[in-house]
């Protein structure tokens, strides 16, 4: 079984930075990936970020390409997700999920993930 627990959520201002983290304990991740999904009241949750546990590769929504950056820490099992330049539009509740299966292509969409974590609140204000 696998456990993520994500934190570092909270208020900044627009143009500030914020840095989640999501903390994964369970079997091996060799091969998989985590991701990072968002959702803004009244949307449907949608992808941010991805980073294969093995080998680091990652991808990026068009929306936080150049002002996120997300990295992980294979010895701590941790992801995370530094955000610049935050926007309003950046508010919403932060997901952090592990993949279902070792692939090496990233997926971007929720079925391809499993193990949510209960999610961390992003407020940005204007």
């Known amino acids: 079984q696998v456990q993520v627990v994500e934190s570092g959520g909270g208020l900044a201002q627009a143009g500030g930075s914020l840095r989640l983290s999501c903390a994964a304990s369970?079997?091996?991740?060799?091969?998989?990936?985590m991701g990072w999904f968002r959702q803004a009241p009244g949307k449907r949750r949608e992808f941010v970020a991805a980073i294969r546990w093995t080998g680091g590769s990652t991808k990026y929504a068009d929306s936080v390409q150049g002002r996120f950056t997300i990295s992980a820490d294979n010895a701590k099992k941790t992801v995370y997700l530094q955000m610049n330049s935050l926007k309003p539009e950046d508010t919403a509740v932060y997901y952090c999920?592990?993949?279902?299966?070792?692939?090496?292509?990233?997926?971007?969409?929720?079925?391809?993930?499993?193990?949510w974590g209960q999610g961390t609140q992003v407020t940005v204000s204007s």
């Open positions: 999920a592990q993949s279902k299966l070792p692939t090496i292509t990233i997926g971007t969409m929720e079925q391809s993930y499993m193990y």
């Open positions: 369970g079997r091996s991740f060799s091969g998989y990936h």
